[in-house]
C-alpha cells in the first residue's frame, strides 16, 4: 500500500501523518483505492451532463479526502489533537461523499468497471473511524486546560504543567527535535491563517507560548527518565497494529480461503445474492451478467467464447447451497441491484433540482393577465402542521386580505430581505398557490414572475437545494393555475 500511495499525487507518506495516524492511514487506504480507479473512470465517462457532473463530485470529494490528510501532517500536533473529534467528523464525511459519488459513477460505467467500483463503494461503507486513546487523551487534557484559563478560576501554573506535560507525552514531544518541530509547525500555521481566523490564532499562540515557557524543562525530564521513544519504535508500533487490522480483515467471510470459489461471481467477486446460468453453462450473479448482456457484450465473461442466446436461468441449487453456508455463518448477502438502486437515487435527487432550476433558467414566459381566467377558491384554508407562517398568522385572527397585503408588500421588496426571510416568503407563495388557488393574488404583482426567477437563480448560485425546491414549485403552481 505504502508504494501505491506515493505514486498518487497529493497523498503524503503515513511518517509524516503526526497526529491521528491510524485514521489517516485508514483514510490514505481508501484514497489511493479511489484515485487508482479514476483514470479508468474518466476514460469511460458517458458523456452526458450528470455524468460530468458526478465525476466533477467525485473529484472534489477526493480533494477533499486529500485535504484532510494534508492537514494532518503539516499542523501542530497540539492543534491536531485538541481538534481531534473535528478530524473524526471530516473522515466520515468525506468517506460518504466518496461513497456516494462512487455509488452513482458505477451506474454509468461498463461492467467490468463497476464491479470494482462496487467493491469499494462496499468497503467504504464499512469504513471505521475512531480517535486513539492516547490522542483522546491529550484532546481532553488540552481543552480543559484551554477552558479552565480563559474562566474567572484560573488555575494555578502547576496545573498548567502537569496538563502540558501530559499532551505532550501522550502526542511523543519528547526530544528537543521533537519540540522544535512542533514550535516551527505552530509557526508556519500562524502565518498561513495571517490575521483571517482570531480564535484559532489565539489557541497557536497560547499552546506557543506553553512550550517556549515549559518545552525545554519538561522535555530534560522525559530524556532523564529514559522515556524518551525513538520513531522507529513508533512506526513499528503503528504498523504491527494496521498489519494485525489488515490480517483481521483477510480472515473475514468474505475472504476466498473461507469463502467457497463457486459461492463468488465470476464478474464481481462477491458473495452472489441471485445466481443464474448462462448458455456457456458459467455461473454468475444475475444483476452482474444482465449488466454485462445490456452493455452489448454477447460472450461469456470468463470462456470469453460467443453465447448462442442471452437467457439466464436461476442455478437454484447453487443459491440453495450458499443460503445454508451464510446461515451457518451469520452472514447476510447483499443485493447488488439494491447498492445501484440507492447510488441512482442519490443521483437523481442531487441533480434534478439543479437541472430543473438551471432548465428553468433560460424560459421566457409570456403570460396575459388581462385575460386570465381563474375559478373561484374555496373560502377557507385548510389547517396542517406543516404550513408556514401565513396560515398561523391567519387562525390568529388576521383576514386573508390583509396577509395578502402583507406579503405583496414584502414580495415588492424580496431581494433586501435576509435569504431565510426570502425562503419563508416564497414558502408562503406556494403553499397560498397550491393550497387555495389564489395565483391571481399574487400574480397582479409587479414583476411577480420575474421575482421568482430571481430567486430561483440565486438559490442556484448558492447550491441551496431546499431553496430551489421551494422556487421550482411556486413557478409550477403558477403554470399550473394557467393551464
Known amino acids: 500500500m505504502g508504494s501505491d500511495a506515493a505514486s498518487v499525487a497529493g497523498i503524503p507518506s503515513p511518517r509524516d501523518i503526526k497526529v491521528h495516524r491510524l485514521m489517516c492511514m485508514e ?3 481508501f484514497v489511493t483505492r479511489v484515485a487508482m480507479l479514476l483514470p479508468a473512470i474518466e ?3 458517458p458523456g452526458s ?3 460530468i457532473q458526478v465525476l466533477c463530485q467525485l473529484t472534489r470529494a477526493l480533494d477533499k479526502a486529500k485535504g484532510i490528510l494534508q492537514h494532518c501532517s503539516e499542523s501542530s500536533k497540539l492543534y491536531l489533537a485538541l481538534t481531534g473529534n473535528v478530524i473524526l467528523s471530516r473522515c466520515n464525511k468525506s468517506i460518504k461523499l466518496l461513497e456516494q459519488s462512487l455509488s452513482c459513477v458505477q451506474n454509468m460505467v461498463p461492467v467490468m468497471l463497476a464491479t470494482q467500483i462496487s467493491q469499494l463503494v462496499a468497503d467504504l461503507g464499512a469504513g471505521i473511524f475512531s480517535l486513539d486513546p492516547s490522542e483522546e487523551e491529550a484532546r481532553k487534557v488540552l481543552s480543559k486546560l484551554l477552558h479552565q484559563c480563559t474562566s474567572t478560576t484560573h488555575s494555578g501554573e502547576e496545573h498548567v504543567l502537569e496538563a502540558i506535560q501530559i499532551a505532550m507525552r501522550s502526542l511523543r514531544i519528547t526530544s528537543p527535535k521533537d519540540l522544535l518541530i512542533e514550535k516551527r509547525s505552530i509557526k508556519k500555521q500562524l502565518e498561513k491563517i495571517g490575521e483571517g481566523d482570531p480564535p484559532k490564532r489565539k489557541i497557536l499562540l497560547f499552546f506557543l507560548s506553553l512550550l ?3 518545552g525545554k524543562s519538561i522535555v530534560a525530564e522525559h530524556t532523564e527518565n529514559g522515556s524518551l521513544q525513538h520513531e522507529d519504535s513508533l512506526e513499528y508500533e503503528v504498523e504491527s497494529r494496521l498489519k494485525c487490522n489488515h490480517n483481521d480483515a483477510q480472515r473475514d467471510i468474505f475472504n476466498g480461503s473461507r469463502l467457497p470459489d463457486e459461492f463468488k461471481c465470476p464478474l464481481s467477486s462477491r458473495l452472489m445474492y441471485d445466481p443464474v446460468v448462462i448458455a456457456s453453462g458459467q455461473t454468475y450473479e444475475r444483476f452482474w451478467i444482465e449488466k454485462w448482456f445490456a452493455q452489448g457484450n454477447d460472450t461469456c465473461p470468463k470462456t470469453k467464447r460467443k453465447l448462442v442466446h442471452l437467457s439466464s436461468t436461476p442455478n437454484n441449487s447453487m443459491k440453495d447451497l450458499i443460503s445454508r453456508w451464510t446461515a451457518a455463518h451469520g452472514v447476510s448477502v447483499v443485493d447488488p441491484s439494491v447498492q445501484a438502486t440507492v447510488g441512482h437515487s442519490w443521483e437523481s435527487s442531487s441533480t434534478s433540482i439543479a437541472s430543473l ?8 414566459i409570456n ?3 388581462s385575460n386570465l381566467s381563474l375559478g373561484t377558491s374555496d373560502a377557507s384554508f385548510t389547517s396542517h402542521a406543516s404550513h408556514s407562517k401565513i396560515s398561523n398568522d391567519f387562525h390568529k385572527g388576521q383576514s386573508r386580505e390583509s396577509i395578502h397585503e402583507m406579503e405583496l408588500e414584502r414580495l415588492t421588496r424580496l431581494s433586501s430581505l435576509s435569504w431565510e426571510s426570502q425562503c419563508n416568503l416564497v ?6 398557490l397550491t393550497q387555495n388557488g389564489e395565483a391571481s393574488n399574487w400574480m397582479s404583482s409587479d414583476n411577480f414572475i420575474q421575482k421568482l426567477f430571481r430567486f430561483l437563480k440565486d438559490a442556484h448560485k448558492c447550491d441551496d437545494q431546499d431553496a430551489q425546491l421551494l422556487g421550482c414549485q411556486s413557478l409550477l403552481a403558477v403554470l399550473d393555475e394557467c393551464g
Open 357 to 364: 432550476s438551471s432548465s428553468m433558467m433560460d424560459l421566457s
Open 367 to 369: 403570460i396575459d393577465f
Open 212 to 214: 517556549n515557557k515549559n
Open 43 to 45: 476514460e469511460a465517462r
Open 427 to 432: 414558502g408562503n407563495i406556494r403553499n397560498m
Open 27 to 29: 483514510l490514505i487506504k
Open 49 to 51: 451532463n450528470p455524468g
